[in-house]
């Protein structure tokens, strides 16, 4: 009799475990690894100490017995796709860029009915400045309708197919000549809206430029088609949200729909567009943001 699990004794587990449960939406900020007994979900944020313009990867992931569909992830009002990227495993990315605060986020994680509030420091980092002058009445290259819109539809891609593997490839042997994330002043005024939206390789003209990881060839467009302000440009999606844009080409090797691998060639270095001398641009955009690329070259996001 002494062995045998009672039906009082069962109800009473299980009214211990359940507010429990509740409690996980209660506890901000308390890691689940604390060992809450019903929390079954973990959420891993990496880079540990975020700072502005890095992509914040926020694994989600379940132990065996647990089952775990489309868990959300939300910072504000603002809502970011989740992707599986294993079994009982759910990844989302969180952009930040220079133009943000730096400072506390609170990312909300739902799966069913667990919720959780985890909070995130994004230390501030300073970015270069430029000064620009501009001679009176001279406001420089406009960008066309139709290189807007196809620049857009590119940076809007969420395909849930993950086509990269492992850390990204420098795209271009030269120097880094401009940085991701240079503010400017225009004759003396600051450019609140404006950072530099990428990384510049001071590669020499027709030099090669090959993907850095893996994708669709998602855009293609040539001066002649109107784009004045990128030039020949190549724009690759890499999948969950990730894509990459080449611009000022002065060849382009690769067609839209190609599926290309890392490290193959899709052109070379030129000068088109809105563009002062022989350079490449890589633009990386995280769910349509413009992060910085290098921390996706050291550390492998797989
Ligand atoms: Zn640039």
Do not use: C
């Not at 929390?39 to 540990?48: N, Y």
């Not at 100490?49 to 504000?76: H, K």
């Not at 009915?113 to 985890?118: G, P, T, V, W, Y």
């Not at 492992?166 to 042997?173: C, E, H, I, Q, R």
Request: charged share 20%; no cysteine.
């Amino acid at each position: 009799m002494t062995n045998s699990i009672h039906p009082q004794q069962k109800l009473q587990n299980f009214s211990i475990i359940n507010p429990a449960k509740i409690l996980i939406g209660i506890l901000a900020t308390v890691p689940w690894s604390l060992g809450l007994p019903a929390a079954a979900l973990e959420v891993q944020v990496i880079p540990k100490n975020p700072r502005l313009g890095d992509t914040i990867s926020v694994v989600i992931s379940a132990d065996e017995q647990e089952q775990i569909s489309n868990p959300t992830v939300t910072v504000g009002d603002k809502r970011y796709p989740t992707f599986a990227i294993a079994p009982r495993k759910y990844r989302s990315f969180i952009p930040t860029t220079p133009l943000e605060k730096a400072g506390a986020r609170t990312i909300r994680i739902s799966e069913g009915e667990q919720e959780k509030n985890l909070a995130v420091q994004v230390s501030d980092r300073q970015f270069p400045v430029q000064r620009i002058t501009l001679p009176p009445g001279k406001a420089g290259v406009q960008a066309t309708e139709y290189e807007l819109a196809r620049a857009k539809e590119l940076k809007a891609l969420q395909t849930p197919e993950k086509y990269w593997n492992g850390p990204f490839l420098t795209p271009n042997a030269g120097r880094t000549s401009t940085r991701y994330g240079v503010r400017r002043y225009y004759n003396g005024k600051f450019a609140q809206d404006y950072y530099h939206r990428g990384q510049d390789y001071a590669g020499a003209e027709g030099s090669a430029v090959i993907s850095p990881a893996a994708g669709r060839v998602a855009l293609v467009g040539r001066v002649s088609q109107g784009f004045r302000v990128h030039g020949n440009v190549v724009g690759i999606d890499h999948g969950q949200g990730v894509v990459s844009i080449f611009m000022h080409l002065s060849r382009i090797n690769v067609e839209e729909g190609d599926f290309v691998k890392a490290g193959q060639n899709i052109g070379a270095v030129g000068s088109t567009g809105a563009s002062t001398g022989p350079h490449l641009h890589w633009g990386l955009y995280v769910n349509g943001l413009s992060v910085d690329p290098l921390p996706w070259k050291s550390q492998e996001i797989d």
